[in-house]
């Protein structure tokens, strides 16, 4: 089993629509991760939290300690959305990741 | 503020031969990360650096180094390259103002493509 563990792995939503993708981690973490890749390769740190929740625009994640389980919610989905989301967490200064979740947008 | 630079963006290698590749972290930042990504195997830590010092190693075989110079630049080397170190390498860098601690947000380089033929 992963220490990581994400789902769905895929997902394909409407314009407008509202997604979640849930992360489950099996150790103790210190941090943890929400990272957004388009294609191409490049990676941008969406969040970063270690309890509670945050937002950003249209973005939320929260996580729960007590039951090692964090989601990443986009309101209001658009196309510009589309991309591959990563759960990671950081025990100490090592990260392990997810496998990812590919979502797809459409208009 | 600049970005994380990776260089080269792109490198094709024989096998056995050695690479290196190279990280500039954003200015201020002490702690660079360096991570392998393949279709495979998905993204996975090689080791991150903290004031010259690596403080964190993933599994990876001694063919994999790394070090951290004074200006907090980066170099990662790999030596006797396989078919299988064919992956996109990343580096992060961020503001960790507590040792031993990632508790900063990653700032990612565009990463380095390897093919190793």
């Known amino acids: 089993k992963n220490e990581v563990e994400q789902s769905p792995q895929n997902l394909t939503a409407q314009e407008g629509e509202f997604i979640t993708i849930n992360c489950s981690y099996s150790?103790?973490?210190?941090?943890l991760h929400w990272l957004q890749q388009h294609p191409g390769g490049g990676i941008v740190s969406l969040f970063m939290?270690?309890?509670g929740k945050k937002k950003h625009g249209r973005l939320i994640a929260t996580i729960n300690i007590q039951e090692k389980h964090s989601s990443l919610h986009i309101t209001a989905s658009h196309p510009r959305d589309s991309a591959v989301y990563i759960c990671a967490v950081s025990s100490g200064s090592r990260l392990t990741f997810g496998e990812g979740t590919q979502l797809t947008v459409n208009p | 503020k600049a970005g994380v630079t990776q260089t080269p963006r792109y490198l094709i290698k024989t096998r056995g031969q050695q690479v290196t590749l190279s990280c500039s972290p954003i200015?201020?930042?002490?702690?660079v990360s360096w991570y392998q990504q393949t279709p495979g195997q998905g993204l996975q830590f090689l080791f991150e650096y903290f004031s010259e010092t690596q403080r964190n190693k993933g599994n990876f075989p001694g063919r994999f180094s790394g070090r951290q110079f004074s200006n907090s630049r980066s170099e990662m080397n790999v030596s006797t390259l396989e078919l299988g170190d064919s992956a996109l390498y990343l580096c992060?860098?961020?503001?960790?103002?507590?040792?031993?601690?990632?508790?900063?947000?990653?700032?990612f380089g565009n990463g380095t493509r390897l093919t190793v033929t």
């Open positions: 200015s201020g930042h002490r702690s």
């Open positions: 150790v103790g973490i210190s941090a």
């Open positions: 992060a860098s961020s503001f960790t103002s507590r040792a031993g601690q990632t508790n900063s947000p990653l700032h």
């Open positions: 939290l270690s309890s």
